[in-house]
């Protein structure tokens, strides 16, 4: 219905949430963006609100400039072009395709690499236009707003896919820990439930989350604070999904002999490191940044299948309420670890 409106009344403004400076995003009218050649217009049916957006909102990276659309966790429906009414997932990194790490299908690591939300304006709106080669179809009858969850969850699917590789046994015969209980760090924690994992245990310092990550039951789940004898000396894998100095050297110090330290989070690059125990124990440190293609299609499929639960824990609110999304988030006081908003309710 929405997408017949929308063919039969073409519209030259659209509503957005624009980040307009720091700590301020505001509801307003944009113009609505028009295809260039090879792009497809897509309009928004939910969009996830990432730990980047929020970096950006507290003015800290110097990559999003406003005034800025952010958001780039987004599912669609295709409106102009050979692929009108398609569902899709858009992958949001934008890369040359040519380069050797693209040629290598390492897209991710592309030097020319840019992110819709950041050098492009971002799905924080009713519409946005991408190339078509971004898109990925949805399966029938996926619930958008679990599409939505797709570019955490690839990055999840990401950073483990390159853990495995690095660990001395099968991940199904050892013990995790995943500190940050956002949606990458829930989805990792899933992911090696999935996988067979031994032992996940999940840390964060927000009660709400904690709480959260209890229901979801995944995994077994402590304050760092409270509990710090828990950070012991014994997983053969760590996922740091925060990436600050203290929950760096917490990895350091939990991580076992032999074990792997996967760094995701892009909190603060500096800061003290324990070398040494990294030296002695022969720790493997990997960083990880985003997904390839392939990983977008793999985790889309996870998450239509059931593989990663129910996905309740999801909240959704609509786009015309994204500033208090913004700041409710900002004062940590939301127990869900991942916010959709949705522009066309
Ligand atoms: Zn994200
Ligand atoms: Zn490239």
């Known amino acids: 219905m929405l997408m017949e409106g929308f063919l039969q009344n073409e519209q030259k403004h659209m509503k957005a949430l624009v980040y307009t400076s720091a700590n301020k995003v505001t509801y307003r009218d944009e113009p609505s963006p028009e295809p260039a050649r090879g792009e497809?217009?897509?309009?928004?049916?939910?969009?996830?609100?990432?730990?980047?957006?929020?970096?950006?909102?507290?003015?800290?990276?110097?990559?999003?400039?406003?005034?800025?659309?952010?958001?780039?966790?987004?599912?669609?429906?295709?409106?102009?072009?050979?692929?009108?009414?398609?569902?899709?997932?858009?992958?949001?990194?934008?890369?040359?395709?040519t380069c050797k790490d693209c040629r290598d299908g390492r897209n991710n690591l592309c030097a020319e690499r840019k992110l819709i939300g950041m050098n492009y304006p971002g799905a924080f709106a009713e519409y946005i236009t991408i190339h078509e080669k971004n898109l990925i179809?949805?399966?029938?009858?996926?619930?958008?707003?679990?599409?939505?969850l797709t570019e955490p969850a690839a990055t999840s699917l990401h950073a483990l896919h390159l853990a495995q590789r690095s660990l001395h046994r099968p991940i199904s015969e050892g013990r995790a820990l995943v500190i940050g209980g956002g949606s990458v760090g829930l989805l990792a924690a899933l992911l090696l439930r999935s996988q067979g994992c031994l032992e996940i245990l999940?840390?964060?310092?927000?009660?709400?989350?904690?709480?959260?990550?209890?229901?979801?039951?995944?995994?077994?789940?402590?304050?760092?604070?409270?509990e710090p004898e828990n950070i012991n000396n014994s997983f053969e894998l760590v996922i740091d999904a925060v990436g600050m100095e203290t929950t760096r050297s917490m990895s350091i110090r939990a991580v076992r002999p032999g074990?792997?330290?996967?760094?995701?989070?892009?909190?603060?690059?500096?800061?003290?490191?324990?070398?040494?125990?990294?030296?002695?124990?022969?720790i493997t440190v990997i960083g990880t940044y985003t997904y390839t293609h392939r990983d977008l299609q793999a985790a889309l499929q996870k998450l239509h299948s059931g593989t990663l639960g129910d996905l309740t824990w999801i909240e959704e609110r609509p786009l015309a309420e994204g500033a208090s999304a913004f700041?409710?988030?900002?004062?940590g006081r939301?127990?869900?670890?991942?916010i959709v908003l949705l522009p066309h309710v």
């Open 259 to 282: 074990g792997v330290l996967m760094h995701i989070g892009l909190q603060h690059g500096s800061g003290d490191c324990d070398f040494r125990k990294i030296t002695l124990s022969e």
């Open 334 to 338: 939301l127990a869900a670890p991942k």
């Open 40 to 97: 497809a217009k897509i309009l928004i049916d939910a969009v996830g609100i990432c730990g980047s957006d929020m970096h950006a909102y507290h003015g800290e990276d110097a990559r999003r400039v406003p005034p800025l659309i952010l958001g780039h966790e987004a599912a669609g429906i295709v409106v102009s072009g050979n692929q009108t009414g398609q569902r899709v997932v858009l992958n949001p990194l934008i890369t040359c395709g």
């Open 202 to 226: 999940l840390c964060d310092t927000n009660p709400l989350r904690r709480e959260t990550a209890i229901q979801i039951g995944c995994c077994n789940v402590f304050d760092p604070d409270q």
């Open 137 to 148: 179809p949805m399966p029938e009858g996926m619930n958008p707003v679990h599409a939505a």
């Open 327 to 331: 700041s409710d988030l900002n004062g």
